[in-house]
């Protein structure tokens, strides 16, 4: 016997229907609507601008130091290579390397940690973090360097 109206089909065990999904999704209640959520409490760019406003501040006030005070400059280049190649060490950024030997690219070895351990094997957190931290004292060392070779 054929049917006129449109039949429905069972839905496989185990399976929930596109119906019930529809409806529970209908249901949910938001606590607070939509567009309040998408928008950020600080645009990007204002977090942007307060943390180089930060570095500048932090740069500018170790340079004035620096210039002050002559040995200070020399010991903040010193101080800030040390730094970046310990933070470099310590982030195991030379794990990286090590199988770039075996004719393999440092794709190819990154790759090769990252299946080994799971994941990558430097800490690039604490890389960068020094990277920054060491950058900005060597910087103002530099700049402490070049304002008193000007003045």
């Known amino acids: 016997m054929l049917s006129i109206g449109p039949s429905a089909r069972k839905v496989p065990k185990g399976q929930v229907s596109w119906d019930k999904v ?3 999704k209908d249901s949910e209640d938001t606590p607070y609507p939509k567009e309040e959520r998408e928008q950020p409490l600080l645009p990007s760019w204002m977090k942007t601008g307060k943390a180089v406003l930060a570095f500048l501040v932090i740069l500018i006030s170790l340079t004035v130091l620096a210039f ?16 970046m190649i ?12 090590s199988i770039v030997g075996r004719h393999m690219t440092t794709k190819g070895a990154r790759s090769e940690m990252e299946h080994r351990y ?3 094997a430097s800490d690039w957190t604490t890389i960068t973090g020094g990277m920054l931290i060491g950058g900005i004292i ?8 070049f304002l008193g070779v000007l003045f």
């Open 138 to 145: 060597f910087l103002s060392g530099v700049l402490a360097i």
């Open 118 to 120: 799971g994941r990558g």
């Open 22 to 24: 529809r409806r529970k």
């Open 86 to 97: 310990g933070a470099y060490f310590l982030g195991g950024g030379f794990s990286e390397w």
């Open 68 to 83: 002050f005070v002559e040995a200070l400059s020399y010991a903040f280049v010193a101080v800030g290579m040390v730094i």
